[in-house]
């Protein structure tokens, strides 16, 4: 701990900077990554529970478990629902899903952006902070007016310290967003393996819902009874 607080006033207020930086994309790497994983999970196990329920033709069941999915992956399902229900072709059924489907793909991203930001502006903030040291270093000496490789190196080898943590953490955000980039296409993928087979599911369930019956139809029997 004591190297530790020595390195950091060496680094000065920079590496401070630095080092909230790295806090921020690691606590965004690690709250997206189990988020994005356990939507991949749930995907998966909605996708095989809507291929049973639909191959037994329970359509109430069906119905349940949309509603008890993710609010994401619910608001996809939901809308497939709403389309077979009132009976409208296949390719409409799809577009619907589909077009919910990607504001989800738009949630499922979020955060990637900020991770690659951290990333590229950390080896800045540590340049940043080795300019202010060597300029912290020449302002000593002219005020002292001691000179000499001494005191140059001295001061320079302490502000080269938020160099070295920049292009550290600059690595590291690197490195989190190609990880959390890979997991995120994988999910993306699962999402549309999804909708493409509760479509189907779907397309296959409407038949089995009772077809909701016509008030024209029903008025027109009784008139046409009391006219016989």
């Known amino acids: 701990m004591d190297k530790l607080g020595k390195l950091f006033e060496q680094g000065g207020p920079t ?86 489907g990607r504001r989800l793909v738009m949630e499922i991203r979020r955060g990637l952006g900020l991770l690659a930001t951290l990333g590229t502006m950390s080896p800045f903030l540590g340049l940043f902070g080795t300019v202010l040291g060597i300029m912290a270093a020449l302002k000593k000496i002219g005020e002292t007016g001691v000179s000499g490789l001494d005191v140059v190196s001295g001061g320079v080898g302490e502000a080269l310290v938020d160099t070295a943590a920049g292009i550290l953490v600059a690595i590291c955000m690197v490195l989190l967003h190609q990880i959390l980039k890979a997991r995120m296409a994988n999910a993306v993928l699962e999402i549309q393996i999804l909708v493409e087979d509760a479509a189907d599911d779907f397309s296959r369930l409407a038949p089995m819902i009772a077809k909701p019956a016509d008030p024209a139809a029903s008025t027109e029997a009784p008139r046409a009874q009391s006219a016989g």
């Not at 909230?20 to 988020?35: D, K, N, P, Q, Y």
């Not at 478990?65 to 992956?73: I, T, Y």
């Open 15 to 100: 590496l401070y900077v630095i080092a909230a930086v790295a806090a921020l994309g690691c606590g965004l790497f690690i709250e997206r990554f189990f988020a994005v994983r356990g939507l991949v999970h749930q995907a998966r196990a909605v996708d095989r529970r809507l291929r049973d329920l639909t191959a037994a033709g329970n359509v109430a069941d069906v119905l349940a478990v949309c509603n008890r999915a993710p609010s994401g992956l619910a608001t996809v399902l939901t809308r497939g629902v709403e389309a077979a229900l009132r009976r409208e072709p296949p390719e409409l059924l799809f577009a619907q899903m589909t077009r919910e």
